[in-house]
């Protein structure tokens, strides 16, 4: 018997998940995430962008990722999409699975799907149709979950019914990209770690001092040696 999730189940669970918690509030990991994009998205100095977002659940980016040109979400989480159609009217939203769902090939410049890797079943077949809506050249700005960091540092609960749950490290996550990609930036942000070493190195009491004189350059340092909470992956389509 297969352990993925039935479609139907990944639907009831993510459209609770995203009223708990998107449609709520925003954590530092997801705002975190959003400043990359738009960090990238500023350095193409360009207003006409048609911009794919792959789960993009209750359309919360949305409102980032229209000041750079037309936007297209997409989610498996139908009452939630329902609900995005009127919060951002500027976007167009799908309701449906996308690897089942089809757009003309090479229609988007820029395909931003932030934390959908890790909960898809087959991932070279969604990185694959992640690429074949871009032209050679077109942009993935990807996120998605750093494993060592969730399983060494992190207690996370086991998964609920229809939530399908399998991270990548940095080497995994090149290597899925490999057939269709070149990979511009790989770095980890957010760290976040609540048992083990990460549980000190993260101690508000220790860090209070080192971050009053030296501001965020403390957790950017960290950043570096990957000790962040989510891989950002910024990649360019190949011919």
């Not at 459209?15 to 400043?35: M, P, V």
């Not at 048609?50 to 409102?63: E, F, K, N, Y």
């Not at 979400?73 to 609900?83: F, M, P, Q, W």
Request: with cysteine; glycine share 6%; hydrophobic share 45%.
């Amino acid at each position: 018997m297969s352990d993925t999730p039935r479609t139907d189940q990944q639907v009831r669970f993510w459209n609770d998940w995203n009223a708990s918690n998107r449609e709520r509030t925003l954590a530092e990991i997801s705002l975190r995430q959003q400043r990359v994009v738009t960090h990238w998205l500023d350095q193409l100095h360009a207003a006409d962008l048609r911009i794919l977002d792959v789960g993009c659940g209750a359309g919360w980016l949305s409102s980032a990722l229209d000041r750079y040109g037309t936007v297209t979400g997409v989610d498996l989480a139908d009452e939630v999409i329902a609900r995005a159609r009127t919060r951002y009217p500027s976007a167009t939203f799908v309701a449906g699975d996308f690897t089942h769902l089809t757009f003309d090939p090479n229609v988007f410049d820029v395909v931003v799907a932030l934390e959908v890797l890790s909960h898809v079943a087959d991932q070279a077949a969604f990185v694959a149709k992640l690429a074949s809506h871009l032209p050679p050249g077109g942009l993935l700005m990807l996120a998605t979950q750093n494993r060592p960091v969730l399983e060494n540092y992190n207690r996370i609960p086991p998964p609920a019914p229809g939530q399908i749950r399998r991270w990548v490290d940095k080497t995994e996550l090149a290597a899925l990209l490999a057939p269709h990609f070149d990979v511009v930036e790989l770095f980890s942000v957010t760290p976040i770690g609540r048992r083990g070493l990460m549980r000190v190195v993260n101690s508000h009491k220790v860090n209070a001092p080192i971050r009053a004189l030296v501001g965020d350059r403390l957790d950017r340092l960290k950043e570096r040696f990957g000790l962040g909470w989510t891989l950002m992956c910024l990649a360019r389509r190949r011919a």
